[in-house]
């Protein structure tokens, strides 16, 4: 495993075809400053660019995987301007979402604790969501007087729809992994003890199919929610046109029907 340098709130390590960042800040609880945030943009754009990875998956080190924004940079001296909230999301958070969402591979999260505010986006941000059963997703803006960020009224109402979306926006409550899990807002809520093994399992399947197949999946779904019907379906037959010039899936069609004459 090849551990990458010059990180100091963050790790990101290379495993074969595989790129693993883990937030690593434990004692604030993985929360977002803006070192962090830098490092963050870097790292993505580093993954963005080298094609030998297939795969990329993100964690929390500690008992958090992350709190969001840390709040000790919000702690201003007496007479100095306080920060435009908007230019912080515009220069950071929005940057770091966007570039994980037009990522040409699959971006797994992995949620060992509390996933809070900001932290709660940056998780459901990523492609698929595997959390620990006993881990929880908090949205306390409202609390403080904010808006949800960091791409959640976008993912939101799209996973759970108006109603609940709104309730768990405004009223700022919690959602435990296993509701979350039931209820769409991510994939899997699995027990401690099979949690490493759950997502090894998902990164071979991932590693082992056609990375231009993935690629092209992550597009036209993302696309679906941003156009009508009739301009998804076209959305589908291009992609579908790029993937079936892929050498690849003329050699599994051909030994599906070889496989049938044995």
């Known amino acids: 495993m090849d551990k990458q340098p010059n990180y100091e709130t963050i790790s990101v390590e290379i495993d074969d075809c595989i790129c693993r960042v883990r937030l690593a800040r434990p004692d604030r609880l993985n929360s977002f400053n803006a070192l962090m945030m830098t490092e963050l943009k870097k ?22 995987f992350c709190t969001g924004q840390d709040l000790e940079e919000r702690r201003i001296p007496a007479g100095q301007p306080k920060p435009d909230l908007g230019d912080s999301l515009r220069s950071n958070y929005n940057q770091l979402m966007l570039t ?45 007087g904010l808006v949800p960020d ?20 405004l009223l700022g409550e919690e959602i435990s992994a296993e509701e979350a899990a039931r209820c769409g807002l991510i994939w899997a809520a699995v027990s401690e003890e099979d949690l490493d093994d759950y997502v090894s399992a998902i990164e071979d399947r991932l590693v082992a199919r056609p990375a231009l197949g993935l690629t092209l999946t992550k597009r036209a779904i993302y696309r679906a929610f941003d156009q009508d019907y009739e301009h998804q379906l076209r959305t589908e037959s291009e992609c579908q046109s790029i993937a079936g010039r892929n050498p690849i899936y003329w050699e599994k069609v051909l030994q599906f029907l070889n496989k049938g004459k044995s």
């Open 100 to 144: 994980i969402r037009n990522l040409s591979i699959p971006v797994v999260a992995v949620v060992n604790g509390v996933a809070a505010g900001a932290g709660a986006s940056f998780a459901l941000g990523c492609d698929i969501v595997v959390a620990k059963s006993t881990a929880r997703f908090l949205y306390p803006f409202t609390a403080l």
């Open 43 to 64: 790292a993505f754009r580093s993954i963005s660019s080298n094609s030998d990875l297939r795969l990329v998956v993100v964690c929390g080190e500690g008992r958090a």
């Open 150 to 169: 960091a791409g959640s009224t976008s993912n939101l109402p799209r996973s759970l729809g108006q109603a609940r979306a709104m309730g768990l926006a």
